[in-house]
């Protein structure tokens, strides 16, 4: 197939610490078992927002496309390619699902080999599909959805309902999956529990309705911008506590709150001295806490003798969900009304004002906001 090379605009990052530079770019077609897609929809996460500030997380891998939460259309396939079709609607997956490796292989693993491709940001064959001014651009998370054109492994993508409306479900390619996921799959909550949950970003709001569908009885949201209390209770909290208003420990006034600790807590922040607050609200005899919130570059600083006890401490991706398997499941809820995206998509805006959308996460007052393209 003669496919040709698209000029379309992104928002491209030039330097550690820069801001987004909306620039024409150009994407070459795809290869071998890769997809080109149309992005429709696309968001920044938690994790965008920490790269951009967070030196522990900046690496040498300029320029770069960014983005990793995004829907959009096949636009053109690669030879080899059998899973989808130009046309198709699909979820982009920054965890890949190769089918083949061990993890694949383990219906109770999801970390799938594939995912240390994204380390590289590059495709497979070392090179990049992107180019601007001449010069070659770097892909972030196996899927780059902050460009109107993207290139993806066949493996990284999820074909969906064709009536799904890409706007709305383009969360479950990471914060829904990720916070509800966690709930269910990770921690596994059980009906008549008490669950905490640290940071109400759209991830730790979606971890609250995790726990609700599993059927917690008493779900406690953590956060110090009280702006975010509203919505927890909307989508089933039900109690909110700001830990900057006591003096004690969060931990002990979760212990006050509950008598002896919660059965599940989770820290969807990426804070260590978090982590270590979150383990120790659980109970002693058999609390579990998951580790949501992304940590990298920084060591935990946890007591020995929390884990004196049956407490225990669980990592967490993309809530344990198989990428493609999940994704497309997750979808088909969303359209049987089996779960709520709505909830979390608080703004709206085109791409070219995605710095606006950067000030607006800062604020606190935006749960997700909408990048449309």
């Known amino acids: 197939m003669d496919f040709k090379v698209i000029r379309c605009k992104a928002a491209i990052v ?13 994407v070459a077609p795809p290869k071998a078992k890769e997809v ?29 496309i960014m983005g990793h939460e995004g829907a959009g259309i096949v636009e053109s396939v690669g030879e ?56 070659p651009v770097y892909h ?32 479950v390619s990471c914060g829904f999956s990720t916070g509800y996921g966690g709930a269910i799959n990770t921690a596994k909550v059980t009906p008549g529990s008490t669950c905490a ?38 989508v089933g909290a039900t109690e909110c506590i700001n830990p900057q208003d006591y003096e004690k420990p969060i931990q002990e006034v979760l212990f006050d ?21 979150a383990l120790a609200s659980c109970r002693e005899s058999h609390g579990v806490c998951v580790i949501i919130g992304l ?15 049956g407490r225990s401490l669980k990592g967490s991706v993309y809530g344990g969900w198989k990428g493609r398997d999940g994704a497309s499941k997750l979808v088909s809820d969303y359209m049987a009304k089996k779960i709520n995206l709505d909830a979390l998509i608080t703004h709206s805006l085109n791409l070219d004002k995605i710095n606006e959308a950067v000030e607006l996460m800062k604020t606190g007052k935006c749960v997700r906001c909408v990048l449309l393209l």
């Open 140 to 171: 972030f998370g196996n899927t780059s959805t902050f460009s109107e054109y993207t290139v993806m492994d066949e493996i990284s993508v999820a074909k969906i309902d064709a009536a799904a409306p890409l706007e709305k479900v383009f969360l």
């Open 80 to 135: 080899g390619v059998s899973t989808v079709k130009a046309g198709d609607k699909v979820i982009a997956l920054f965890l890949p699902q190769c089918g083949e490796c061990t993890s694949c292989l383990n219906s109770a693993d999801n970390f799938c080999i594939k995912l240390k491709q994204a380390e590289t940001h590059l495709m497979s064959d070392g090179t990049s599909r992107f180019t601007c001014k001449g010069k």
């Open 197 to 234: 949950v640290f940071g109400l970003g759209g991830v730790g709001l979606s971890v609250i309705m995790g726990c609700k569908a599993a059927g917690a009885t008493r779900i406690i949201a953590v956060d110090i911008n009280k702006d975010k209390f509203e919505k927890a209770k909307e």
């Open 36 to 64: 080109r897609i149309k992005m429709v929809a696309t968001a920044l996460c938690g994790t965008e927002m920490k790269m951009l500030k967070d030196k522990n997380l900046q690496h040498q891998h300029y320029p770069i």
């Open 295 to 309: 940590i990298i570059g920084v060591q935990l600083n946890i007591s020995g003798h929390l884990f004196f006890s």
């Open 14 to 26: 030039w330097k550690p610490g820069g801001s987004f530079s909306i620039e024409e770019v150009e």
């Open 257 to 277: 709150l509950t008598g002896d600790g919660v059965d599940f807590s989770f820290e969807v922040i990426g804070n260590p001295e978090t982590v270590a607050a």
